[in-house]
């Protein structure tokens, strides 16, 4: 079972606007939806996108999701520091089993 | 708020093993899509199993099928992982995790270490 294909870090500056990217294949991000976990050492994942380009209530839409085809990114605006954390993407592949990519660390430089 | 609360965790030998629990409040198991997920030290996360919310389905990872075990017990509204023939490489802190549908991980629990170690 693959893992979905993320750059292990990315970074920015205050108010920059920063890209994330998320590769999979066709029985995984081509068929299905996207979802970006935020977190924080020492603390628990929470579910920061869903259904590829949907916030949960309280995320800030500085936040946002799209998907295209087998890939998927997630892209934060006005960069703050307190998003530094690590970014994962997961999606749902046919072969039955979730699936996550390795994980982006995000560092507001 | 819903809380998920996992217990369980601790230090075990290999070929050893564990049986987790996930305590949910404010958050009925019976109505929800559930998962065990982990992340080894300094490591991304791993999908490790899901029950469906009848739990007539369940779903496991190749890297633990055969080994471990989903389970529930409504009466307690509480999920588990039997975890046997445990290895070095299972060291990691686990977490339930789960939802009101089948497509996400909604709540999250704080998660539960477990030592893999002779």
């Known amino acids: 079972q693959s893992v979905l294909t993320q750059p292990p870090s990315a970074s920015g500056t205050p108010g920059q606007r920063v890209t994330i990217s998320c590769s999979g294949g066709?029985?995984?991000?081509?068929?299905?939806?996207v979802n970006w976990y935020q977190q924080f050492p020492g603390t628990a994942p929470k579910l920061l996108i869903y259904?590829?380009?949907q916030r949960p209530s309280g995320v800030p839409d500085r936040f946002s999701g799209s998907k295209s085809g087998t890939s998927a990114s997630l892209a934060i605006s006005g960069l703050q520091s307190e998003d530094e954390a690590n970014y994962y993407c997961s999606a749902w592949d046919d072969n039955l089993f979730w699936l996550f990519g390795g994980g982006t660390k995000l560092t507001v430089l | 708020q819903v809380q998920l609360v996992e217990s369980g965790g601790g230090l075990v030998k290999p070929g050893g093993s564990l049986r987790l629990s996930c305590a949910a409040s404010r958050f009925a198991i019976t109505e929800s899509y559930m998962s065990w997920i982990r992340q080894a030290p300094g490591k991304g996360l791993e999908w490790l199993s899901y029950?469906?919310?009848?739990?007539?389905?369940?779903y496991y990872a190749d890297s633990v099928k055969g080994r471990f075990t989903i389970s529930r017990d409504i009466s307690k509204n509480s999920l588990f992982l039997q975890m046997n023939s445990l290895r070095a490489e299972d060291t990691a802190v686990y977490y339930c995790?789960?939802?009101?549908?089948?497509?996400?991980?909604?709540?999250w629990g704080q998660g539960t270490l477990v030592t893999v170690s002779s």
């Open positions: 259904s590829n380009n």
């Open positions: 029950i469906s919310s009848s739990a007539v389905t369940t």
């Open positions: 066709s029985s995984n991000i081509g068929s299905n939806i």
């Open positions: 995790a789960g939802g009101r549908t089948t497509l996400d991980f909604e709540f």
